[in-house]
T-cell receptor, first 110, second 116 residues
Framework: QKEVEQDPGPLSVPEGAIVSLNCTYSNSAFQYFMWYRQYSRKGPELLMYTYSSGNKEDGRFTAQVDKSSKYISLFIRDSQPSDSATYLCAMQAAGNKLTFGGGTRVLVKP | DTGVSQNPRHKITKRGQNVTFRCDPISEHNRLYWYRQTLGQGPEFLTYFQNEAQLEKSRLLSDRFSAERPKGSFSTLEIQRTEQGDSAMYLC??????????????FGSGTQLSVL
């Protein structure tokens, strides 16, 4: 079993809809949680970074962390075709390397 | 451009050949990471440096792989006697590790390796 599980998708939504993404994890040592966006043939780009349970909002993006359930989510409001990409969750124990989920491919249709 | 730079962007080689990739991190970042990503998968950790010291290597990193970071600046990743299973995107990331445990990794665009 992988330390971080993420549904590979693809997730197809109409433009303007809310995109909902999530990851589960098994390692209780993970303290820092990130979401990266990756376009085809590009490196991952950091979108959101959080280290506590609860919500963090940044523009159209909201990240949620529930450490008790070992579950994190990313919501994208008012989705645009330019949001079409692969979204990777990543987690980190203190002072340690990032561990990634497998990524969810998202397609926002005009 | 102040981002992480990787060269070459693409590399095609024949099985058994050696290849070397280069990564230039964000200036003043003291940590440098190498990850490998295959199609449809998330990046997998290979190794990382703090300044010039290689602090951790994944068991994925066979003895055909070697990484260096002389003088704590750029880094190279060499693969000897390449195999078809080495075909992947090789990603480099850098971060600034300060007094706290928080660090954010910034990735380059990767080197896509194809072994024929």
């Amino acid at each position: 079993q992988k330390e971080v599980e993420q549904d590979p998708g693809p997730l197809s939504v109409p433009e303007g809809a809310i995109v909902s993404l999530n990851c589960t994890y098994s390692n209780s040592a993970f303290q820092y949680f990130m979401w990266y966006r990756q376009y085809s043939r590009k490196g991952p780009e950091l979108l959101m970074y959080t280290y506590s349970s609860g919500n963090k909002e940044d523009g159209r993006f909201t990240a949620q962390v529930d450490k008790s359930s070992k579950y994190i989510s990313l919501f994208i409001r008012d989705s645009q075709p330019s949001d079409s990409a692969t979204y990777l969750c990543a987690m980190q124990a203190a002072g340690n390397k990032l561990t990634f989920g497998g990524g969810t491919r998202v397609l926002v249709k005009p | 451009d102040t981002g992480v730079s990787q060269n070459p962007r693409h590399k095609i080689t024949k099985r058994g050949q050696n290849v070397t990739f280069r990564c230039d991190p964000i200036s003043e970042h003291n940590r440098l990471y190498w990850y490998r990503q295959t199609l449809g998968q998330g990046p997998e950790f290979l190794t990382y440096f703090q300044n010039e010291a290689q602090l951790e290597k994944s068991r994925l990193l066979s003895d055909r792989f070697s990484a260096e970071r002389p003088k704590g600046s750029f880094s190279t990743l060499e693969i000897q006697r390449t195999e078809q299973g080495d075909s992947a995107m090789y990603l480099c990331a850098s971060s600034l590790r300060g007094g706290t445990t928080n660090e954010k990794l910034f990735f380059g665009s990767g080197t896509q390796l194809s072994v024929l």
